[in-house]
């Protein structure tokens, strides 16, 4: 189906996108390193500063680690057949079939984290493979970009040849914008399905080997392991084994039910998500910070704020549209809707239309303050994330505006705010 409604600012937004998110992600490791976070030299000239430290195209790349980091890809591909799991029937597509799904994300993880541990721990602590992930850190980087590249430019080509489905705002027929957005709907290579794949292992298991390697960085080089960097640590950690427990939800995300899965993706799942998501522990690995008893406590009382409202109201909605019967649900009130879906006036959904998203961002400031305020750096994520969540709430709105039509004016009636009660 071809339409014309561009996303993102089009193909000039999509450029914009593909060149810029790489280049802060390079930008963010050249501007915050054991020189300063940022250097005084970066403050005076910036172009000067990165000038100075470009290692060059050899000290950026290396076709090695290149290998190492498909190794990563395809073992872990691998692993999602090997290891014991459910299967699981995706939502009902435009051609009303259903894909079938292998979820095992959670035992994979284990697998690893179990493996690497032991390795580390047999060594006699001995860290070598967390100093080498440290030293080849802007390597790994590189390879996950251009991994992330060539399989946007693969499921873009292949979904000329295949019969699999096209994403409705993919196929616009401007090849730049349809391969940053994404062609196809569900690309796959026999029983592997890349987006599903792609979008809670590579880029989501490697976050918190990430985190670790900054972890034993600091334990190397000041001798301890701050209190900030345990809750960095464990609150990403916990982040990423929520989601892994919940890993059937992602079945029904927009990630998977309507997104084409382009480079946007594959960049966002692979790159970026592991390597700027981590900033904060690699930050505390240069800086050691401490918080003491008091400023713990304050982050951690941010910190279940946010999960309180982040995991009530996402369990709250996965419940009442998968088994609405449930004492925790059933009394809660709700809109019939022409589509036939039911839509929550009610508990969380009462307090704003993704008062899930502001939940999210209140946990993204307990992950950004324990880095101290000697830096605005550090605090990147919390802003990025507003930019993210406040995009994302608009195109939901516009999804859900398409579908539901008048019964969505009557919901925004009775649930006026986006995000933040009484501010958006
Ligand atoms: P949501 O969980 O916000 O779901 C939105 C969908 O829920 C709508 O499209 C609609 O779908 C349905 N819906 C809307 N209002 C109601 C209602 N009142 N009652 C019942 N159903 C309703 O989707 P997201 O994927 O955007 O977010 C999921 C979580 O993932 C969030 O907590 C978010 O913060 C997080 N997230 C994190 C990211 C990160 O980088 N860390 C990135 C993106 C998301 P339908 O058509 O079925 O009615």
């Known amino acids: 189906m071809i339409e014309t409604e561009y996303q993102f600012g089009g193909p000039l937004g999509a450029a914009g996108v593909t060149f810029g998110t790489p280049a802060i992600a390079y930008l963010l490791y050249f501007v915050c390193n054991e020189n300063g976070c940022p250097s005084s030299s970066f403050l005076e000239d910036p172009l000067a500063a990165l000038a100075a430290q470009w290692p060059g195209i050899d000290g950026v790349f290396s076709s090695k680690i290149f290998g190492y980091y498909c190794a990563w890809y395809f073992g872990l591909a691998a692993l999602q057949f090997i290891l014991p799991g459910r299967t699981q029937e995706g939502v ?24 690497l541990g032991f390795m580390t721990v047999k060594e006699g602590l001995s860290w070598s493979f967390w100093v080498w992930m440290w030293s080849n850190y802007l390597y790994l980087l590189s390879s996950a970009l251009v991994f992330a590249t060539l399989l946007a430019t693969y499921v873009y080509a292949a979904s000329f040849f295949t019969r699999e489905l096209l994403s409705d705002h993919g196929a616009t027929g401007n090849p730049l914008y349809d391969w940053f957005i994404g062609r196809p709907l569900n690309p796959r290579i026999g029983m592997l399905d890349l987006k599903q794949f792609s979008e809670l292992r590579p880029g989501m298991i490697l976050w918190p080997i990430l985190n670790f390697t900054f972890l034993a960085h600091q334990y190397t080089t000041a001798g301890r392991v701050t209190d900030s960097m345990l809750l960095v640590n464990a609150f990403q950690a916990w982040y990423v084994i929520d989601s892994f427990i919940n890993e059937p939800a992602v079945l029904t995300t927009m990630d998977i039910t309507t997104d084409g899965f382009g480079f946007m993706l594959a960049f966002g799942d692979l790159a970026w998500l592991p390597f700027v998501y981590s900033l904060q522990a690699r930050y505390l690995a240069m800086y050691p910070t401490d918080l003491g008893v008091r400023g713990v406590l304050g982050v951690l009382a941010v910190q279940a704020t946010g ?24 009394h809660l009130k709700f809109i019939e809707t022409k589509s036939g879906s039911r839509l929550l006036v009610s508990g969380w959904w009462a307090v704003a239309r993704h008062v899930n998203y502001l939940g999210d961002w209140i946990m993204a400031w307990a992950w950004c303050l324990p880095t101290g305020f000697k830096t605005p750096v550090t605090y990147f994520y919390v802003v990025y994330f507003a930019v993210l969540l406040v995009h994302r709430d608009r195109r939901d709105e516009a999804k859900c505006r398409a579908k539901y039509g008048k019964d969505w004016d009557r919901y925004t009636k009775v649930v006026p705010w986006r995000i933040v009660p009484g501010i958006y």
Do not use: M, Q
């Open 307 to 330: 999960y309180y409202i982040f995991r009530g109201s996402n369990g709250e909605k996965n419940k009442f549209r998968t088994n609405p019967e449930d004492p925790k649900v059933a």
């Open 92 to 115: 009902e597509l435009k051609d009303k079939t259903r894909l079938k799904y292998k979820l095992n994300v959670l035992e994979t993880s284990l697998t690893i984290f179990g493996y």
